[in-house]
């Protein structure tokens, strides 16, 4: 400490904490090189003081909130007007509170034991939230039961991390008073929400779950997001999100939200007739390597709600849908309209399913529930709607396949050969070895029969865009067999106005 500073041990709180603030300013401004061992020990011994700070900070609140002045500046509570003063967040200020009235009124133990660095203020923020929050939990503090009073609590603290100790505490609250934690539970519920808010062309996702539910939400992500595949550069968070599309793909692909098994779009496209036609000149140009630009100024697909997709995903769900075509009048009248006709459904759907088995990216084993039938040749670019033309992709395969303009095409001893646009191919990253078979590890192998079809070369060529077979009239039966979707696929109304 330089000569002539107030001494952090010596006058009054104010000069102390001032002196604080010196010392910290020299703390700051000392850049000299630290070795790993040390670095740990200054870390451990910055958070102690950090927490000792917290304490003498939490009880300044309290002063600051009996005062009662803290009013004049029109604040609601003193958290708010702290917050204005200090420009930190009223959460933080409101936890600092809470946490100040608990130590000084039903935790001397916790606090004692943060003033002594023997557990962390975290602890103890965990403890004011959780613990003196009915009379039933007050009197167990303060009782005499050796197993559950608050020195029983600080004792676990001691030697459990905060998160540990968070459920031992919600345990502990839940056991001393049961009637309390199902009036929680009521108001935990009663907090539930979701907002779904368009933005930055998106949609935004807020929402609060009590913990039974989250678990529910969490244990179902899990089940549909599968191990990562190839080429799969999503953080683990991109793959939830999309994860939560495809439990909602799933309920409506099956038909399970209720309205009978009537064929219902999930999703209507609307798509002007150039823009369409373009479809199969976006895929040629690709499909030569010259990636040129999208042909300009064609009118967006739209959804119903006039949101536009953009061209690559306008491609991806034309290619496993229901099309029909709309011809409207110039002033918007529907001049004709044509029969619904759906790709890749029934049997074709069935022996694509029974011949890839699960999606056939490199090194992907989604099953066929999450997935869709791509046509190999582009729908749009007289593609058949074949067993041969067509292959399991999960869904995010199957945009990721569009989104890239990814070729495939059959090997000769079976299976795929997936490659960029520059050419190069792609392998199964995590075993670190170009694919040669048909699927994964454990992937049985394509049977003699299925084998017989060789998928993709055999399709005619220059054939009139339309799925080879008709869709049945009447809402399709509810049919055992391979897991996947025979319900309605996204649909796609082509329309054109005359001019
Ligand atoms: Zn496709
Ligand atoms: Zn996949």
New binding site residues.
Partial sequence: MGSGAAHVGAGSLVERVRALRAAAVALVADRTPLDAGDAALVHRELRVVADMVGLVSARAITVVEEDGRWALSGARTVAEHVAQQEGVSVGTVRREVQLSKALGADLPVTQAAVAAGEITLEHAHVLARIAPTSAARREALAGGHEDRNEAALVEQARTTTVDQFRKTASRWATQVDAEAADRDHTLIAAREHLFLTPRDGGVAVNGFLTVEHGAALTTALRAVT?VP?AD?DRTPQARQAEALVGLARLTLDRGLAGGGSQVRPHLSVHVPWNTFRALADDARTTADGTNAAAPVSLLPAELDSGEPLAPTLLARIACDSEITRIVFGPSGQVLDVGRAQRTYTGQLRRAVVARDR????P????PPA??EIHHVQPWSRSGPTSVANGIL??????D?VHQRHLRIAPRATGGWEFARVDGSVLTDQRHGSMLKTTGPPGHAPVPPGHAAVPPGRTAPQGRVTAPSRPAPTGPPGRRAGPAISESPRPKVATYETSR
């Fill in positions: 599968g595949a799969d699960c999606c056939q990216f090194g992907c084993h989604a999450l997935g992709l999960c869904w995010h395969h199957h990721l």
